[in-house]
């Protein structure tokens, strides 16, 4: 029987900041159980002793710590207790709950001796339990192969690990492959992008921890202790790549000629082709949309390497973890039809200019319009679609266009200096050494108009540029004949797809949004899903470089921990279940899903919140820890303390309310003795049961908080509200409990709402009694 | 000198909570890009610029109410539809004209439609004001005989009801513009243009 | 696409409609009857204070408790959508119902002076309409049946060079809710289409302002003649002979100072002037006389339409 459980309480004198302010004699003396022990510092080494001796010599089964906060040592008295089970062992906070909140020493005794109470009442309802240790897979799949995936994948396998990139186009490569020059902000100067790219490719295709899969997406995903099944789907390319010499001369034969979308649309084309001449796979792939199906090509190879058909292959991957490296696209210009970019052949975005101006590109690096005419005026218009909260525009700067356009001036000035340059802006933006670079662009004699244009007409041969000259304020009309326009970077359509997949979240703007901006900016709000790159905020090479590589880095630090996790969490009775999938849908965390007909849990992303137990009609859910009993129990034991008279209130709080009250402590700020503060591992656990019992058993209050950014909120809300109604139908008064939102920073204002609370309770009583 | 105890900020909230105002703290917001003037009719052919106006607002200049430009703008509303900060100054500028009229400034240019006052208050009909119709005229042949047709017009048609609201219409019409203080500024403008002449 | 009605509509009569050009309200009834849309004329309604609101004697409180009375009207009669021939009436009304629904103080002020003035009959309750679900322009109505209007087409006008001319208050002054685009406004060109015909799509100007401003066309008309002259040089260089439009006050600005502007740029602007529903009742072989109301016309309809020509069935 519980009760004959044998309980051991150890009391700590903290030094004096317990025992300076709580009598512990007292307390001493009230306690009734097996064993007290008292230590000047019981988290101290000596301490470990004591409290394993006198488990061994009392034969104790259950150990109740009189001490701080469990948010501070918490771990350690666990530990102290072994041999017993870690969670038979509970913490009684009479520190940052009792002895920095209050000063009243005779009011303080008594609510340690109650604090203790509600530990030994609760910890004679635990059962010993074993956390959950969770190691994942090392192997790791990095979808998107661009240079933020490609890094990442790199980094990964030069540590050891293996990892699969998966990329969706014929070749790994993306953005950076087509830009043309680049430039690094401390060299002033442009160099070719592919020369830099092609080192980290060659290198990439040599590595044997690396596979990299072409022509593949993922199409479902699902997760399973940590452990990721991902369905791909290969699509055909028609040329078999072990094969194929990449000679070119199927395509010599084609017939069939289509624009050429690695140029962006500005060459052609044939129906069998390489995306580019440093493309990897090396070999020719056949855009099966377009094909005309001559067999030309598969007449004309040698190596036999063509086959004419093919269907979508479906594999399965396993991995431990994810990055997500999807990248981005640029903005739709139909969504900005002023600048006349679907009109005029000579309106082109900077994209496309980085295609004219590349030597690999349509023009062969040669500045022309359409005409075949050098152009003698070249005005960009910067902030397309970005800073932009119009319809369809994106309100956040684009972040790289500035210097993408001072890049593309300075090559135009550098092979053309009789062309002039003017760059429409409204703010630029080039924090730190970018700085030098935009100072290098001026000295160019590339020019610079503060405005933003409002249209883009043709009159004549020349087009007209709109705009307000802002530092003069005029209104004025520039002639142009060709108009450049720096687009707007958004999510790509399989970043979009990806994180819908993946289930991960993604900002408003459909970025994937990381976990915490400041301190966690790889990490997804999914366990094990990282992200890096264009796929999570406009950046450039650079940036996406680094954020790869520490992609890698937090991928190897889940895959050499393992994670260890509460085991508080809920169980499937199969017998029970009728798979009837309610509680899938109802998990806030989508921590459940069904694998080969049975409801399967993920121990890595349940909270232990209960909402499933609740709903399942076959009760074939059960939460580990009997924390319901806990929960009656640790009330019980609180109010069996009341005396006459005195006014209890109590509040339940999960990890983040109670680091506040912690905090409130820790600032040694106060709030009335009243206050009774209860830890429960999900407030949802709290059931209007409990909050019933209370209240019926002398409790005069009853506070929730519960943090605002906790998937459960708005239905614990929900609840609260529900419990109130019951309980004004049952003619008692639903102000005796109380809703509230708390936050970890904001513990004053969480102790002026229990000082408002108890004020409150204070008031009823009196017009109750 | 910009003083310690001035505060600029003040003029645009004034606006920002004027009924008028749709566009919440818009006006705040604004970066002085300049696409307004960009794209703005009055700024094209005048010395009027949109931007210039959201300018002196922030700067808490108010003696932007007396200066004659503000009257330019055409209420075309294409400022306030590409503004990418989501601002319209053509709703600032209503805003700005009412400020001016509460101060007793511009009555002389709403004195030229104090007829189409007048034709709402008594007739309930928006009309345009008769001191035009020489204008008009002159400027538009045909115009003045082709009014004196309108009813045969009408009738060709086969359009009803007449032009004209009944009376129960009227009163109604006349007492909510007494109520909204309408009919008293109208009088205000009145006397203080005509006491001019 | 949002949701347009067909019926409980009230068709909200325009002031310049009805003394500038009544063919535009003849030609709505006309094609409206053809499209089987369920309307009704009010004699209580009155003006939304257009022109009064614009030269800036009427604030927004006169206006809004003006359009509250409307509003009352429309749903007393079981016609809660309002339909508008007119861009500033729609931009008007929708401004009003948006603040009514939105401004608590200003709703409660207007049914204040309502409750204490012997209206209390008039007053509004937030949310009796909405703006997108019950203010609407005539265009849009034509555009929620437009699959239905080839159905009635019995001239073929595809033979002229047509250009649109959007209207301000209809595109841009509630954008969110325009059909068609705004920065390209394209519902009058895709209804045109509707009738068999195609438009020049863009051109220089397209979505700037007819000029009227009005103040600037009454008081300040250098100005707005000035910005009208950019419009009319734009359109009689890609030789435009039909001008569509969607708005009275725009429709006086061109049709009726057409030849005036001519003067003043030295060119002979010869387009002639068509509201969308003229447009297409014409197409649907509406009379001149009699539908079109074509006697309403400075520029004379058949300086440009000088027979009209079946379409083939």
Avoid at chain 1, 239 to 261: F, H, R
Wanted: aromatic share 8%; charged share 30%.
């Amino acid at each position: 029987m519980r009760d004959d459980l044998k309980v051991g309480v150890f009391l700590c004198e903290c030094g004096g900041n317990i025992a300076d302010v709580v009598d512990l004699d007292e307390v001493r003396a009230s306690l009734d159980v097996e064993f007290v022990g008292q230590f000047e510092n019981l988290c101290s080494l000596n301490g470990r002793k004591i409290i394993r001796d006198a488990i061994f010599d009392h034969d104790l089964d259950r150990v109740v710590v009189a001490a701080c906060s469990p948010i501070s040592h918490e771990k350690t008295f666990q530990d102290y207790v072994k041999p017993l089970n870690p969670y038979l062992m509970d913490m009684a906070n009479i520190r940052e709950q009792c002895s920095w909140v209050h000063s009243d020493r005779k009011k303080a005794t008594h609510k340690a001796i109650t604090l203790i109470n509600a530990s030994i009442e609760k910890v004679k309802q635990s059962d010993a339990v074993d956390p959950i240790y969770c190691q994942t897979p090392d192997e790791v799949a990095v979808i998107g192969g661009g240079i933020a995936g490609m890094n990442a994948a790199l980094s990964l396998a030069k540590q050891g690990t293996k990892v699969t990139i998966i990329e969706q186009s014929p070749s790994i490569g993306g953005h950076m492959a087509k830009i043309g020059k680049v430039f690094s902000p401390v060299k002033i100067a442009e160099e070719c992008g592919m020369c830099l790219l092609n080192p980290i490719l060659n290198e990439l295709v040599w590595n044997d921890n690396i596979e990299v899969m072409t022509n593949t997406k993922v199409i479902e995903a699902e997760r399973r202790a940590g452990t990721y099944n991902l369905i791909l789907e290969k699509s055909p390319r028609y040329v078999d790549t072990e094969k194929c010499l990449a000679c070119g001369k199927c395509a010599e034969v084609c017939q069939v000629e289509v624009p050429n979308d690695w140029n962006d649309n500005l060459s052609l084309r044939k129906a069998i082709y390489r995306p580019f001449g440093q493309s990897y796979p090396e070999a020719y792939v056949i855009d099966m949309d377009n094909c005309d199906k001559c067999g030309d090509c598969f007449r004309q190879c040698s190596m036999r390497a063509i086959r004419l058909k093919g269907k979508p292959e479906k594999t399965l991957l396993q991995v431990g973890s994810i990055i997500v490296a999807t990248g981005h696209k640029l903005f739709d210009m139909e969504k900005r039809p002023e600048y006349g970019y679907t009109r005029y052949d000579d309106v082109i975005t900077q994209s496309e200019l980085g295609r004219i101006t590349g030597v690999n590109g349509p023009t062969k690096g040669k500045l022309l319009k359409a005409n075949g005419e050098v152009p003698k005026r070249v005005v960009m218009i910067q902030c397309v679609g970005s800073r932009d909260e119009k319809p369809d525009g994106h309100r956040y700067c684009s972040k790289i266009c500035c210097t993408v356009a001072l890049k593309n001036a300075n090559i135009i000035k550098h092979k053309y200096p009789d062309t002039d340059v003017l760059i429409c802006y409204t703010d630029i933006r080039t924090p730190g050494m970018f700085e030098k670079y935009y100072k290098h662009t001026q000295e160019n004699e590339v020019r610079f108009m503060r405005g933003r244009p409002g249209e883009v007409v043709k009159k004549g041969d020349n087009f007209i540029v709109r705009t307000e000259d802002t530092l003069k304020g005029e209104f004025v009309e520039i002639e142009a004949d060709m108009v450049v326009l720096s687009t707007a970077m958004e999510p790509s359509d399989g970043t979009k797809e990806i994180a819908e997949i993946l289930n991960v979240g993604t900002t408003e703007d459909g970025f994937i949004k990381e976990s915490h901006p400041k301190i966690k900016p790889i990490a997804t709000d999914v366990q094990g899903i990282f992200v890096c790159g264009t796929a999570h905020d406009p950046k450039d090479i650079t940036d996406s470089i680094m954020q790869a590589t520490a992609a890698a880095a937090k991928v190897n630090e889940y895959n050499y921990g393992g994670v260890e996790i509460e085991p508080f969490i809920a169980e499937i009775d199969n017998e029970k279940c009728i798979v009837c999938g309610d509680c899938v849908s109802r998990c806030k965390y989508k921590s459940m899903s069904i694998q080969e007909d049975e409801v399967y849990i993920d121990p890595m992303s349940c909270t232990g919140c209960g909402k499933c137990l609740v709903g399942c009609n076959q009760r074939a859910i059960t939460v580990n820890g009997n924390i319901d009993e806990k929960i009656l129990s640790t009330i019980k034991g609180v109010l069996s303390k009341k005396q006459e008279g005195e006014r209890m209130i109590l509040v339940f709080l999960d990890n983040i309310g109670y680091t506040a009250a912690d905090n409130i402590g820790v600032n040694r700020l106060s709030y009335p003795e009243s206050i009774h503060i209860i830890k429960v591992i999900s407030v949802n656990r709290v059931r209007p049961k409990h909050i019933r019992y209370a209240l019926e058993n002398g409790a005069d209050g009853v506070f929730i908080g519960e943090f605002p950014g906790d998937l459960m909120y708005d239905e614990v809300e929900r609840k609260i509200q529900r419990v109130k109604d019951r309980i004004s139908e049952m003619g008692q008064n639903p102000e005796r409990i109380t809703f509230s939102k708390v936050y970890i920073p904001y513990f004053s204002g969480l102790a002026r709402k229990f000082n408002d609370f108890d004020e409150k309770i204070a008031e009823l009583d009196e017009v109750e009694s | 000198m910009q003083k310690i105890t001035d505060s600029p900020i003040d003029f645009a909230e004034d606006i920002i909570h004027d009924v008028k105002n749709s566009k919440e703290e818009g006006v705040l917001k604004c970066v002085q890009c300049g696409m307004c003037t960009s794209t703005c009719p009055a700024a094209r052919h005048s010395d009027y610029n949109p931007r210039d106006i959201i300018e002196r607002v922030l700067e808490g200049d108010i003696t932007i109410l007396e200066d004659d430009c503000i009257w330019n703008c055409f209420y075309c509303y294409t400022c306030h539809s590409v503004c990418p900060v989501g601002n319209s100054v053509c709703e600032v500028n209503q805003i700005l004209k009412q400020f001016a009229i509460k101060n007793g400034i511009g009555y002389e240019k709403l004195y030229e439609y104090m007829g189409f006052a007048d034709s709402y208050f008594t007739a309930a009909i928006g009309a345009i004001p008769e001191i035009f119709f020489a204008d008009i005229d002159r400027d538009v042949p045909g115009w003045w005989d082709f009014r004196q047709h309108l009813d045969e017009i009408r009738n060709e048609l086969e359009l009803d009801p007449p032009l004209m609201p009944p009376k129960d219409v009227i009163d109604e019409v006349s007492t909510i513009l007494t109520i909204t203080g309408f009919k008293k500024k109208i009088e205000n403008i009145r006397e203080a243009q005509e006491g001019e002449k | 696409m949002k949701s347009v009605p067909d019926k409980d509509i009230l068709l909200f009569r325009s002031c310049l409609v009805s003394v500038e050009y009544p063919g535009v309200e003849a030609s709505t009834k006309f094609v409206f009857d053809k499209l089987g849309i369920d309307y009704a004329i009010s004699e209580k309604q009155t003006c939304c204070t257009g022109l009064g609101h614009y030269s800036d004697v009427f604030d927004q409180i006169d206006t809004t408790a003006i359009g509250a009375r409307n509003f009352r009207i429309a749903r007393e009669i079981g016609r809660p959508n309002l339909v508008m021939m007119c861009a500033t009436c729609y931009a008007i009304n929708k401004k009003s119902v948006k603040l009514l629904n939105k401004k608590d103080d200003l709703r409660e002020h207007i049914n204040k002076l309502f409750d204490d003035n012997g209206l209390s009959h008039l007053k509004y309750e937030k949310d009796d309409l909405k703006p997108t679900e019950n203010i609407f322009h005539v265009v849009d109505i034509l555009y929620g049946k437009k699959d239905e209007i080839k159905d009635h087409i019995k001239y073929d006008l595809s033979g002229y060079t047509i250009a649109t001319h959007h209207g301000c208050h209809y595109c841009k002054v509630h954008y969110e809710d325009t059909i068609g685009g705004v920065r390209d406004p394209n519902i009058l060109d895709e209804l045109i289409e509707e009738c068999g015909c195609k438009t020049i799509g863009w051109y220089d100007h397209k979505r700037a302002t007819c000029g009227t401003g009005f103040r600037q066309r009454y008081s300040n008309p250098e100005l707005s003649f000035t910005a009208t002259a950019d419009k009319m040089n734009a359109i009689a260089d890609e030789d435009v002979d039909i001008m569509v439009h969607l708005c009275p006050n725009c429709h006086i600005q061109f049709d009726r100072y057409q030849h005036l502007i001519g003067e003043r740029e030295g060119r002979n602007f010869r387009a002639i002037h068509l509201n969308i529903a003229q447009f297409i009742a014409l197409a649907m072989g509406g009379d001149f006389d009699k539908v079109i109301g074509v006697k309403a016309h400075t520029v004379p309809i058949d300086s440009v339409i000088k027979e009209l020509k079946e379409v083939e069935q």
